[in-house]
């Protein structure tokens, strides 16, 4: 049995899927019923639920798995007390192999989240359980959030067009997870960067022009609107002028539905505060300083192909989204 944490995230429900398919039984630890019916439909055989930050969680989840793969959402800021207990209680449950879903570059220290990842790194580290830490940069997937806009012809995110962010597919993450999970043996002691390339926002919206037909413009967002919406303003008139521009009467269906999921990204609305402050916090120093990818060489010998491209990945999302628009409407 491999227990997977997150089981409901990003890579949390591709992983459960690539497992399942492995015919490997997966034991999936969600927040809520809603995503138990979620993962349930992606092939979990068991399901736990509960918060992560609890023990009697974390021991029902560990009972009886022999891998466990551990991924904290963004919103718990203090991962320490998660890790300690895991640590504590492996022994007794029989978990042989623990994965860490860490972060790239979790040196930077003054940014809260990589701190954490760091911090939980060490722990591990220390306990002499057999573990191997995977640090993912940037996924691709996040500028799915502002997909409306994309349709429209803007790209806002509040990042500044000119940094250099190193992404990768959640996908490509997914299914080197998966594969170290079934044999991780010859992973022990491993730390893998799991990045496939670095992209300015501006060449990531020359990507989506070419792939959705009209000129599509990458605008900065204030980061700083993440916890007061109002400082979103002053984008405004430039989010609207470029889409107008691109994509004319069209643009204006889109901008309100984008503007619809921008009101509460991630549901951040619904996060304690200090994790809004932490996640804002992060975005700014990507503003100004970007967030370099790791060795580009390690996930390619991961996967034994090469990763997903962003041309790629931009490419399968637009189907994939176009063919669920089409289903709703039927």
């Not at 997150?6 to 690539?18: C, E, I, K, N, P």
């Not at 895991?86 to 570059?105: D, E, K, M, T, Y």
């Not at 921008?262 to 992060?282: E, H, V």
Request: glycine fraction near 6%; charge should be negative.
């Amino acid at each position: 049995m491999i227990t997977v944490t997150s089981a409901a995230g990003g890579v949390g429900r591709l992983l459960v899927r690539q497992l399942t398919a492995q015919n490997v039984p997966v034991r999936a630890v969600v927040k809520n019923e809603a995503q138990a019916a979620t993962t349930r439909q992606d092939g979990a055989t068991e399901v736990v639920i509960g918060d992560l930050r609890s023990p009697k969680t974390l021991d029902a989840a560990l009972t009886g798995a022999s891998v466990l793969y551990h991924a904290a959402p963004t919103q718990i800021i203090d991962e320490r007390p998660i890790v300690e207990h895991l640590i504590a209680a492996v022994p007794a449950n029989g978990v042989q192999h623990i994965v860490f879903h860490s972060v790239i570059h979790p040196d930077l220290h003054q940014l809260t989240h990589h701190h954490q990842k760091d911090v939980a790194e060490g722990l591990l580290c220390e306990s002499g359980i057999p573990t191997t830490v995977l640090r993912p940069s940037h996924y691709m997937q996040n500028y799915l959030e502002v997909w409306e806009f994309l349709q429209a012809g803007v790209m806002p995110y509040p990042v500044s067009p000119d940094s250099v962010m190193g992404v990768v597919d959640v996908a490509d993450v997914a299914e080197a997870a998966a594969s170290i999970l079934i044999d991780p043996t010859p992973h022990t002691g491993r730390t893998y960067d799991l990045s496939t390339v670095e992209l300015t926002r501006h060449e990531m919206a020359e990507i989506w022009s070419r792939v959705l037909g009209h000129p599509v413009t990458a605008v900065r967002i204030p980061p700083s609107s993440l916890t007061n919406s109002l400082n979103m303003l002053p984008a405004v008139a430039s989010v609207v002028g470029h889409a107008v521009r691109s994509t004319k009467l069209h643009s204006f269906r889109h901008l309100i539905s984008g503007a619809q999921a921008a009101s509460n990204p991630r549901d951040m609305k619904n996060w304690p505060a200090d994790a809004r402050r932490a996640y804002r916090t992060m975005m700014t120093h990507y503003d100004g300083h970007g967030l370099p990818a790791g060795d580009l060489t390690t996930l390619p010998a991961l996967l034994g192909r090469e990763p997903t491209s962003y041309e790629e990945f931009a490419r399968r999302s637009t189907a994939e989204l176009e063919r669920t628009r089409n289903d709703s409407d039927r």
